[in-house]
């Protein structure tokens, strides 16, 4: 069974046009990336004061990686969405099931061929990884591998969002546009992040897709998030099971679909407050100085942050990244609080009488500051309990700038806007050549 799923997905031309321009896009991505990590390298030929803050992962990986991301969201749901919604257009999936009498393994059989897709998606990333290696680049293997994980389990959410939709609609194109109509959603909810006006769907923000997904280009593996993507796609299965069996009546279908949503939704919710998390970077860069972590980890009482800011603040992103996820690694019981953002109403742009204060609590003992440094609130932290500010020293972060120009850069040129695109086209078309008959 699983052989002629294959067939199915890789036998397709679709696929590998997707496949293809799916590579024109992460290629393109990588030249960018590659361009602007160039540009910035240059202003340190002189002298390697600021070497230490060209971080591949950020600007090399990262971008790239953008290229999946919208690969994944816009045209990954045309092949993954083919595999159940072809044999739904032919009317043949109701013969299939009787047929074969196992609807898991027949859903299991699609979903993986599907995954076998995927996979190809995932070889480009790791093509464009070597290609940085190649040509004299740097890439810390476990941050960059925690980084396609995190992208592997997207792909793996959409193609059972896909599965899903095409179980439960007539035709690929409806499946598809059921699929793209579910990232529009996750999209929206995006939109709420940096503006104050939108602060009302901040209690939406745990269902995003890009929010789960940006621990894991940080190089930084959240078990959570993890838990998340796991949770959502069995879900999505299940889901995609019940829209098979056309043999049960109407009320256990839907008996069946609230009860999964429901389950799903909890588990969902309950993986996103999994605060456990582990820093995979290089030099731990992506934490706090080794003395400063084991000294918050000792603390015996709770600790807590109240940030009075607006999302469209800079200050509160720059805290965000710089302090509170950094202050979350050394203690995932951490709780943070943004009274702005529970208004009712909106009052963007409203700087009321001490707009800015971040309140820092240690058990009972809480102290007050307008300063978002990380080694500020952290001094506060232990001075709350009586304890002095520890080691501030790092592990050295060397940085690892590169300038990539000349016969590099046309390599780079070529095989991203050329080989790999037109590599996809050749394989595609030798696969799906129609054979004479004998």
């Not at 194109?173 to 939108?198: C, P, R, Y």
Request: glycine share 8%; aromatic share 8%.
């Amino acid at each position: 069974m699983l052989r002629r799923e294959l067939a199915i997905v890789l036998g397709a031309r679709v696929t590998w046009l997707v496949l293809a321009v799916a590579a024109l896009l992460i290629g393109h991505s990588f030249v960018l990336a590659v361009d602007l990590f160039t540009a910035g390298a240059r202003s340190v030929e002189a002298g390697g004061l600021m070497a230490r803050e060209f971080d591949p992962l950020l600007g090399i990986i990262r971008p790239t990686l953008g290229g999946i991301y919208i690969s994944a969201s816009l045209l990954f749901p045309l092949l993954a969405a083919r595999s159940l919604g072809i044999e739904q257009e032919r009317r043949s999936l109701r013969v299939l099931l009787l047929q074969t009498a196992a609807p898991v393994r027949l859903l299991l059989a699609k979903y993986i061929a599907t995954l076998a897709a995927s996979a190809l998606l995932l070889g480009t990333m790791i093509a464009m990884a070597m290609l940085w290696l190649g040509i004299g680049g740097h890439l810390h293997a476990a941050e960059v591998v925690v980084a396609l994980v995190g992208h592997a389990l997207h792909l793996a959410f959409m193609a059972a969002v896909a599965c899903a939709a095409a179980a439960w609609t007539r035709s690929v194109a409806q499946a598809t546009a059921v699929t793209l109509l579910f990232v529009l959603g996750s999209w929206g909810i995006d939109a709420a992040e940096g503006f104050a006006a939108l602060a009302w769907l901040g209690s939406a923000a745990e269902w995003s897709i890009t929010a789960h997904l940006h621990t894991f280009e940080h190089g930084i593996l959240s078990v959570g998030d993890c838990a998340w993507f796991l949770a959502a796609t069995g879900g999505s299965l299940a889901l995609a099971f019940i829209g098979l069996r056309f043999d049960w009546p109407a009320y256990r279908r839907a008996l069946g679909v609230c009860a999964v949503l429901f389950i799903t939704l909890l588990l969902m919710k309950a993986a996103g407050k999994q605060p456990r998390a582990f820093d995979c970077t290089e030099a731990h860069r992506a934490s706090l100085p080794p003395a400063a972590v084991m000294a918050l980890r000792t603390l015996p009482m709770s600790i807590s942050l109240t940030v009075h800011l607006d999302r469209d603040d800079a200050r509160r992103r720059q805290l965000d990244l710089d302090v509170v996820s950094k202050l979350r690694l050394a203690r995932p019981d951490v709780r943070v609080r943004y009274p702005l953002d529970e208004r009712a109403a909106s009052a963007e742009a409203a700087r009321d009488e001490g707009y800015g204060r971040i309140e820092v609590c240690a058990g009972t003992t809480c102290k007050q500051t307008y300063s978002a440094n990380r080694k500020e609130l952290v001094t506060l932290l232990l001075e709350s309990v009586g304890q002095p500010l520890p080691d501030w020293t790092k592990p050295n972060y060397p940085g690892y700038p590169l300038v990539v120009e000349g016969r590099r850069r046309a390599i780079v040129l070529w095989l991203s806007y050329l080989i790999m695109p037109l590599a996809f086209s050749t394989i595609g078309l030798w696969v799906t050549r129609k054979r004479r008959r004998k």
